[in-house]
């Protein structure tokens, strides 16, 4: 067993640095000097090794002092990050103030065109299909605020009606058009788009190919 001293090297170990040295290097402590043994609350040492615990716990006491300066902000930095922190926030603010901004687009009367179509095929054959009729389009798209003028015609040989539900009720007959010597009947539908959303029209007799939609976008 290798022969041990008080370690009364000086400068002589305070109770502050035995608690420092126990708890930042007790591990690495037993791993490397392997003799060190505490006798009665001093610390004790094989002669060879008693000059080494010294330096090391110089080197601990430097450590101590790199960490803490690392993470000390100098004003330098301070100062950078306020700047890079108050551009992003007037990114942010300017972004949303150019949003709520923005103004809404100018609302205007828009006379829009519809024909009832027959397709020609025999609708007994398709699967889910009560016949063979559909609507010129299927997607009527305006701005909330517009106010919207379908002229609806019906050049086909069967009744067609142009039919909405809340919040833009319709419901109108357009009778048909049995020879080519008859007259192509035709109706008017105004609606105020003053709610956005999307909303469904169809014919009563023919649903469901001949529906669409109408856009309120807004």
Do not use: E
Not at 29 to 35: G, L, P, R
Not at 86 to 93: F, H, I, N, Y
């Amino acid at each position: 067993m290798p022969q041990t001293v008080r370690l009364n090297c000086s400068p002589p170990f305070s109770k502050t640095a035995r608690v420092s040295l126990a708890r930042l290097w007790n591990p690495l402590q037993v791993a490397i000097f392997n003799a060190t043994i505490i006798v009665g609350g001093q610390w004790t040492a094989a002669p060879s090794r008693c000059s080494k615990l010294l330096q090391v716990s110089k080197l601990l006491k430097a450590s101590a002092l790199n960490i803490q300066t690392m993470v000390t902000w100098s004003p330098r930095n301070t100062i950078i990050v306020a700047v890079l922190l108050s551009a992003v926030v007037g990114s942010v603010t300017g972004l949303g103030a150019s949003y709520l901004a923005r103004s809404s687009p100018t609302a205007q009367t828009r006379n829009f065109y519809l024909f009832a179509v027959d397709q020609s095929f025999n609708s007994s054959l398709a699967t889910g299909l009560k016949a063979d009729y559909d609507f010129s389009a299927s997607v009527i798209t305006v701005n909330k605020g517009d106010t919207l003028v379908i002229h609806f015609y019906n050049p086909t040989d069967q009744n067609h009606t142009f039919t909405m539900v809340a919040p833009y009720p319709n419901d109108v007959f357009v009778a048909a058009h049995p020879t080519d010597q008859s007259p192509v009947h035709n109706a008017t539908i105004t609606v105020n788009a003053n709610q956005a959303g999307i909303f469904p029209f169809y014919c009563r007799f023919h649903t469901p190919s001949m529906s669409g939609s109408l856009v309120v976008q807004g």
